[in-house]
């Protein structure tokens, strides 16, 4: 089993910043494709962000400028940087890992996903 474990949420203002991080397995972090979503109340579980093993990333449109994801594979960890925060942003936020012998693959869908962190609150408001 792959166990992930996030860090980082909390209570933020808008217009404000923060960091998430996904601490996974030393052992085998290196080859797992990673990812972050986020399920708000009465919503679906939506994509944030995904990252290949090498560190190529995909961000849906709505969230780049705003949002970046990198990893460390030496400490590793998956982080995800969220800027000019709004209240829209509130969810719980989830990582997500995927064994993958490819390099480059960035997975986008809740179903390509093999395990799952326990999530972290993020909430945003005055």
């Known amino acids: 089993q792959v166990l992930l474990v996030e860090s980082g949420g909390g209570l933020v203002q808008p217009g404000g910043s923060l960091r998430l991080a996904c601490a996974g397995p030393?052992?085998?972090?290196?080859?797992?494709?990673m990812g972050w979503f986020r399920q708000a109340p009465g919503k679906e579980r939506e994509f944030v962000g995904g990252?290949?093993?090498?560190?190529?990333?995909d961000l849906p449109n709505s969230l780049k400028g705003r949002f970046t994801i990198s990893r460390d594979n030496a400490k590793n960890t998956m982080y995800l940087q969220m800027m000019s925060l709004k209240p829209e942003d509130t969810a719980v936020y989830f990582c997500a890992a995927a064994p993958d012998v490819d390099l480059l693959r960035v997975r986008t869908l809740v179903s390509e996903y093999n395990y799952w962190g326990q999530g972290t609150q993020v909430t945003v408001s005055s």
């Open positions: 990252i290949s093993r090498s560190g190529r990333d």
């Open positions: 030393g052992r085998t972090f290196s080859s797992l494709a």
